[in-house]
């Protein structure tokens, strides 16, 4: 098993950023690509991003391609997402997740974090 505790979540205004963070404990983290998703009120969740074991490859969602960057430190066991010139419309949960394949398909995904809210206002 593996659990997964996302932090760094919150309150910003338009046009700031935050950082989340993602860390792992249970089995070997640096087998598993990493990724993140969100879920807006009223909406399924959505990906956003995704990197593979080494960090050398990484996959965006357009909407925050340029935005967003997402990164891993695999002798820390966490994966991180910056998100820079946040919009009102990137408020959400957002949740970490890591699986066997790159993908933005969220059951290919094994674990799941709880999840964080970041709350973007106008």
């Known amino acids: 098993q593996v659990q997964l505790v996302e932090s760094g979540g919150g309150l910003v205004q338009a046009g700031g950023s935050l950082t989340l963070s993602c860390a792992a404990s249970?089995?070997?983290?640096?087998?598993?690509?990493g990724a993140w998703f969100r879920q807006a009120p009223g909406k399924e969740r959505a990906f956003l991003v995704a990197?593979?074991?080494?960090?050398?490859?990484?996959d965006y969602e357009d909407s925050v391609k340029g935005r967003f960057t997402i990164s891993r430190d695999n002798a820390k066991n966490t994966v991180y997402l910056q998100m820079n010139s946040l919009k009102p419309e990137d408020t959400a949960v957002y949740y970490c997740?890591?699986?066997?394949?790159?993908?933005?398909?969220?059951?290919?995904?094994?674990?799941w974090g709880q999840g964080t809210q970041v709350t973007v206002s106008s």
């Open positions: 249970g089995r070997t983290f640096s087998n598993y690509v």
């Open positions: 990197i593979s074991w080494s960090g050398g490859i990484t």
């Open positions: 997740a890591i699986g066997r394949r790159r993908t933005s398909r969220t059951e290919a995904y094994d674990y």
